[in-house]
């Protein structure tokens, strides 16, 4: 039914209006007490078997949603709604900014894929940290927040510009991620280097504690398919030597070639951050170096090209204890998390693997 009103409607739409609307429809859907209750029960059922814990909380499921979708915070019970175990909100930055100009989001639907060049378009980490604070949760679910450099801020002052959102925005997170890799946004990507990356990390760990006294707020960051083995490597070993809790593992990519790409190739050369289907490899590549480097002493979140249950629990065999999507809600809509969940589940059952917790990093043990 989806596929259908997708065709006749979001796919003769503009993409970024589409998801203005669609996101609309659902924060209406979840303001209806009876509507959401409604909602909740047909499109996110428990399965007991993958009650998850990560990063010290509890969740319903390793499923969640990736940060890009609600950038300001205003749909978190909406998407908890659809079936997402967690909700990561963001990017947001420092100061408000309008992102890239319009046209800036690009639909690849025979390669189930999307180019973005949004370029952290969000309120701003003030206006997100009030609207946390004035929350009243309707649904359960954990909230991450996803934090990035402002535009305006020049490189060198951008640890100081990350210091700002995470004192604004840690009182309010379930979990902080630090976001270096967006390819849209200049200078950015230079922050994933050691040398730039352990003084920012460190730098917001400790804006982090000071902020936050009851309690730890769990700390990653999140990561490109496009980085050389070795700095996978070093980014590793950098999360292991300052006690991060998280790594994601990935961003969206650069690359257009190697990728098979059957769009045309006008839209193909867009510039921007491609994700979906054709990231799926890489992603899942990057995911194993990385289990196979940190094991269990880092928590690995998979995303990039999750389309469905098996891809999901091959991230799962591959070292990730969470898992996170979106772009392919565009193209498999509400019923999308419920979808993988049941899936996810028929997989544990019939594995060797008692809990979901047995399963992570399985397949990479066992090359070993």
């Not at 996110?44 to 993958?50: D, N, Q, S």
């Amino acid at each position: 039914m989806y596929k259908i009103f997708f065709n006749l409607v979001f796919r003769r739409m503009d993409p970024e209006a589409a998801h203005h609307l669609a996101f609309r429809w659902i924060r209406l859907a979840a303001r209806v007490p009876v509507l959401r209750t409604f909602l909740a029960a047909a499109l996110a059922p428990r399965h007991r078997e993958l009650r998850t814990e990560a990063l010290g909380l509890r969740m319903h499921g390793p499923f969640g949603l990736a940060a890009g979708f609600d950038k300001n915070a205003v749909a978190i019970d909406g998407m908890a709604m659809l079936g997402f175990d967690h909700v990561e909100i963001g990017t947001v930055t420092g100061q408000p900014q309008p992102g890239n100009p319009k046209k800036r989001l690009f639909r690849l639907v025979p390669d189930r894929a999307l180019i973005n060049r949004m370029g952290f378009n969000n309120e701003g980490s003030l206006a997100v940290a009030a609207r946390l604070a004035s929350r009243e949760a309707v649904f359960r679910t954990v909230v991450g927040v996803n934090i990035g450099k402002t535009k305006a801020v020049a490189e060198a002052d951008a640890v100081a510009d990350y210091v700002t959102s995470t004192e604004r925005l840690a009182p309010h997170a379930d979990y902080l991620v630090v976001n270096v890799s967006s390819p849209n946004t200049p200078g950015l990507r230079d922050l994933q280097a050691t040398e730039a990356l352990r003084p920012l990390l460190t730098a917001v760990r400790e804006a982090a504690d000071l902020t936050v006294t009851a309690r730890r707020v769990p700390l990653l960051v999140k990561i490109a398919p496009d980085l050389a083995d070795e700095d996978i490597d070093a980014v590793a070993d950098l999360a292991v030597e300052l006690g991060l809790d998280g790594i994601i593992a990935t961003n969206t990519t650069i690359a257009r070639e190697g990728l098979g790409l059957a769009s045309e190739p006008a839209l193909v050369q867009e510039t921007g951050g491609l994700s979906g289907a054709p990231l799926k490899e890489r992603s899942l590549e990057v995911l194993r170096r990385l289990y196979a480097r940190v094991g269990d002493r880092v928590t690995l979140v998979g995303v990039g090209g999750v389309e469905n249950a098996e891809d999901a629990w091959q991230r799962v065999l591959a070292g990730a204890t969470l898992v996170q999507g979106y772009s392919a809600f565009v193209y498999e809509g509400p019923f999308w998390a419920r979808s993988v969940h049941k899936g996810l589940a028929a997989r544990l059952r019939t594995s060797p693997y008692a809990t979901l917790a047995d399963a992570v990093g399985a397949d990479v043990r066992k090359a070993a």
